[in-house]
């Protein structure tokens, strides 16, 4: 485990004390939990289990279970974790009960990435979401955490800085590449019809953007990008003018953000989750070059996006301060942190810029 990960864990236990108690004793059906929010999730859920001696059980589906147990051997082998094979759509149900379920299953950040067809991606969400509800009904679950994204609120307005939970807005029906946002809103409603109809505390995690160790560095997020070409290349490359708006949350204060929301999470609510301090992303990639590499040319090529149905985003940036005031979820770690500890988790960092504020 490095270093990095180790104190991550750490100061996740050590922020949520009333949560672990919450599980202790306590089986949690996990799907989705390969991708990067469930690795985040294991990681500390294990440790928590080791550390407190919570008799903790987690199950989680996976359509490639030797593939995660290559990737995450620790994981694969730990007394508190079950892998159960199969795809979100049509996975065979396991046996037994289970307190909490998470929702987190879509398609991979890589299967977007390489232009995964845009109906493959809405069933694979919708009739997964389906699928993973009649479990939850068969298992008789009391909480269900659906994670969901704010490409479900549509194109932020240009006059709204930060968008609330209250806003109204919704993907454009007649723009084909807007698939992940409706298939969010329809399992949206799918978690919310079944949880009315038996019984269960439903709530709704619209998630943002994200930094932090186990991230891609190589697809479509741009914080990723800058940290692989700081750490790799002779320069970091944007490729648009670098005026967009974007706000990143830890990836390590994301694990307490969705527990807290599994477990504490008002019925029938929907909360944002993200950080509400905004950067663009010209700065964002200078600041990433201060910080990794000192000194590296930072090339903002200012290109206009070529695909009419899929605009580039000027602002995406929520408000979160429904989750700050009923459950005093925030952003605990700065942009420069996260930034540092994301590349030191991924290279060594050099004297210089382990010193960078």
């Known amino acids: 485990m490095s270093d990095v990960l180790a104190q991550d864990l750490a100061n996740i236990l050590q922020r949520s004390p009333a949560l672990w108690e919450m599980l202790r004793g306590r089986s949690l059906f996990l799907t989705g939990g390969t991708g990067l929010f469930g690795r985040w999730l294991l990681e500390a859920l294990c440790h928590a289990n080791r550390e407190l001696d919570l008799d903790l059980h987690v199950t989680v589906l996976t359509r490639d ?3 995660f147990t290559r990737q995450a051997p620790h994981l694969a082998s730990d007394v508190m974790l079950t892998l159960h094979s199969g795809d ?6 396991p046996q037994g009960y289970f307190d909490y379920l998470i929702h987190g299953a879509t398609t991979s ?7 995964e067809d845009s109906l493959r991606k809405f069933d694979t969400l919708v009739d997964g979401t389906r699928r993973v509800l009649d479990f939850a009904v068969q298992c008789e679950v009391e909480r269900f955490l659906f994670l969901s994204s704010g490409v479900a609120y549509g194109t932020q307005p240009a006059d709204m800085s930060h968008i609330p939970e209250s806003y109204q807005g919704a993907p454009d029906t007649s723009d084909v590449d807007t698939s992940l946002g409706q298939a969010k809103r329809a399992a949206e409603y799918l978690s919310t019809y079944y949880a009315h ?3 269960w505390n439903n709530t709704i995690a619209r998630c943002f953007s994200f930094a932090g160790p186990f991230m891609p560095l190589d697809l479509h997020y741009a914080i990723g990008n800058f940290i692989h070409q700081a750490l790799h290349e002779e320069e970091i490359m944007v490729k648009g003018d670098g005026t967009s708006l974007r706000s990143y949350l830890y990836l390590g204060d994301l694990v307490t953000w969705l527990l807290t929301l599994l477990l504490q999470g008002r019925n029938g609510q929907i909360y944002n989750v993200g950080s509400d301090q905004e950067i663009s992303i010209g700065e964002l990639a200078r600041l990433v070059r201060d910080i990794v590499s000192s000194g590296k040319i930072v090339n903002i090529l200012g290109l206009k996006n070529q695909n009419v149905g899929n605009p580039i ?5 929520p408000d979160i301060n429904k989750a700050r005031k009923e459950l005093g979820l925030d952003g605990w770690t700065c942009l420069s942190a996260a930034i540092r500890r994301t590349a030191a988790h991924a290279a060594p960092l050099p004297p210089s810029a382990s010193s960078a504020r």
Do not use: C, I, L, W
């Open 65 to 67: 279970a030797e593939a």
């Open 88 to 93: 979100v759509r049509d996975f065979e149900f």
């Open 109 to 115: 950040a890589s299967e977007t990435f390489n232009g």
């Open 197 to 199: 109809k038996h019984g």
């Open 313 to 317: 985003r000027n602002r995406y940036v």
